[in-house]
């Protein structure tokens, strides 16, 4: 009986935690008018950087940003050896506007940061991310698994610098094209929105400006700490009520 005090005296008091795996939940909800890819996300430290505003994108951030398509990425997470704790893809295919995803993932306080990029569906070279050098986007405080809630407006919808966006049916894979000629500017940055009078295909691309809320990330602790220290303190006392 006593040891299972000790037990649950410290899950409630959080103690040895920097050698624990915690485990969160992710949740990614499309509150734009663009469908969203399958989210990439992964949790790692500070030498795992996803992508820097004002810099080139990556093999994994251009399949991304250009079709979706998140192996590059994720052969990049691999590679990456201890330096990522995880990685993966929301399953389920497209978040169409309106629409949820969610999974956990774990990690520990060693790779404490979480990283994500998905694209805006309808665009040559849009998307949604946040790296470590653009937010550095804690999982602990203190040493203590926390979670937190990202609101993505326009002014945080990025140009991965990798496609002209020439706004053309035949350029743009959500209506049935193949690719076109690189950009001039090669850097990663806030993207212009959808132009109107330029290409053949504008009026079919959902504008959005860079106030209007495009997604919402949020990453919670699962159990949150606050529930397991009830649930620790609830038990503890119900075990020393039956000793007596």
């Known amino acids: 009986m006593k040891n299972f005090i000790i037990i649950f005296a410290t899950l409630a008091a959080g103690s040895s935690i920097s050698a624990q795996t915690f485990e969160y939940r992710i949740t990614l909800e499309n509150l734009g008018p663009q469908p969203l890819s399958p989210l990439f996300f992964a949790a790692g430290n500070s030498s795992f950087d996803i992508f820097a505003l004002g810099g080139t994108a990556?093999?994994?951030?251009?399949?991304?940003?250009?079709?979706?398509?998140?192996?590059p990425m994720s052969a990049i997470a691999a590679?990456?050896?201890?330096?990522?704790?995880?990685?993966?893809?929301?399953?389920?295919?497209?978040?169409m506007p309106g629409g949820?995803?969610?999974?956990?993932?774990?990690?520990?306080?060693?790779?404490?940061?979480?990283?994500?990029?998905?694209?805006?569906?309808?665009?040559?070279?849009?998307?949604?991310?946040?790296?470590?050098?653009?937010?550095?986007?804690?999982?602990?405080?203190?040493?203590?698994?926390?979670?937190?809630?990202?609101?993505?407006?326009?002014?945080?919808?990025?140009d991965a610098g990798t496609e002209f966006n020439s706004q053309n049916a035949a350029d743009i894979g959500a209506l049935g094209g193949s690719g076109n000629p690189a950009d001039?500017?090669?850097?990663?940055?806030?993207?212009?929105t959808i132009i109107q009078g330029l290409g053949d295909?504008?009026?079919?691309?959902?504008?959005?400006?860079r106030g209007t809320p495009l997604a919402r990330v949020t990453v919670q602790a699962v159990p949150e700490p606050a529930t397991m220290a009830a649930l620790g303190m609830g038990l503890i006392a119900l075990l020393r009520k039956k000793r007596k």
């Open 58 to 71: 990556s093999a994994g951030i251009k399949a991304i940003a250009e079709g979706g398509n998140t192996a």
């Open 79 to 95: 590679a990456a050896g201890a330096n990522v704790s995880s990685f993966g893809t929301l399953a389920g295919g497209p978040v």
């Open 184 to 192: 001039s500017d090669t850097a990663i940055r806030i993207h212009d």
């Open 100 to 158: 949820m995803r969610t999974t956990t993932f774990t990690t520990d306080v060693a790779r404490p940061y979480f990283s994500f990029a998905t694209m805006l569906g309808m665009s040559n070279d849009a998307f949604l991310g946040e790296s470590f050098s653009t937010s550095s986007l804690e999982l602990f405080q203190s040493g203590s698994p926390q979670g937190f809630t990202m609101l993505l407006t326009g002014l945080r919808a990025w």
């Open 201 to 209: 295909s504008f009026t079919a691309l959902p504008d959005w400006e």
